[in-house]
T-cell receptor, first 112, second 114 residues
Framework: SQQGEEDPQALSIQEGENATMNCSYKTSINNLQWYRQNSGRGLVHLILIRSNEREKHSGRLRVTLDTSKKSSSLLITASRAADTASYFC????????????FGQGTRLTINP | EAGVTQSPTHLIKTRGQQATLRCSPISGHTSVYWYQQALGLGLQFLLWYDEGEERNRGNFPPRFSGRQFPNYSSELNVNALELEDSALYLCASCRLAGVTGELFFGEGSRLTVL
């Protein structure tokens, strides 16, 4: 089963609106990462939030982390058509596996 | 600084054939990860190489294999191709062993099995 699961699976909004995506995970983590993937391309790292951080900003991105609820959210403010992409959360599995586990992603469509 | 490069970009094979995909990590990165992304799905962890050694593999059959060369580039081999192997194969490199930091991804190799 996936370590991280995004919600919603798909989101369609108008340009200029804010987009919020959520991620839930199962095991303890030392950080959580968000990535973006344009259609059929490689993933691009957006932001990393450590387990002792509650909120982090990068430009129009705001990420929150609630370790008690094992959840994170990614907020994109003032969305643009170019933000259309799939967004994935990823969490490291440290014990034994040593791998970054990705969720299924949220497909975000920004309508002009 | 060059990013992670993968080749070929596209590859078409028939069932039963073998496919070889290649990846060059960012200079200075010793860890290479391989992921499979079937159409419309998330990323499934395949293999992790660090310092020339296979450190971990995902839940894939043995016909998925690979290696890492002394220059830290890596190769993924898929033998006895099946239709469900059609996917985007993504390679990523990491500055530090393990996954405490971000992964840098290549653009992927799209494998189509007919």
């Amino acid at each position: 089963s996936q370590q991280g699961e995004e919600d919603p699976q798909a989101l369609s909004i108008q340009e200029g609106e804010n987009a919020t995506m959520n991620c839930s995970y199962k095991t303890s983590i030392n950080n959580l990462q968000w990535y973006r993937q344009n259609s059929g391309r490689g993933l691009v790292h957006l932001i990393l939030i450590r387990s002792n951080e509650r909120e982090k900003h990068s430009g129009r991105l705001r990420v929150t982390l609630d370790t008690s609820k094992k959840s994170s959210s990614l907020l994109i403010t003032a969305s643009r058509a170019a933000d259309t992409a799939s967004y994935f959360c990823a969490t490291p599995l440290i014990q034994g596996a040593q791998k970054l586990v990705f969720g299924q992603g949220t497909r975000l469509t920004i309508n002009p | 600084e060059a990013g992670v490069t993968q080749s070929p970009t596209h590859l078409i094979k028939t069932r039963g054939q073998q496919a070889t995909l290649r990846c060059s990590p960012i200079s200075g990165h010793t860890s290479v990860y391989w992921y499979q992304q079937a159409l419309g799905l998330g990323l499934q962890f395949l293999l992790w190489y660090d310092e020339g050694e296979e450190r971990n593999r995902g839940n894939f059959p043995p016909r998925f294999s690979g290696r890492q060369f002394p220059n830290y580039s890596s190769e993924l081999n898929v033998n006895a191709l099946e239709l469900e192997d059609s996917a985007l194969y993504l390679c990523a490199s990491c500055r530090l062993a393990g996954v405490t930091g971000e992964l840098f991804f290549g653009e992927g190799s799209r494998l189509t099995v007919l």
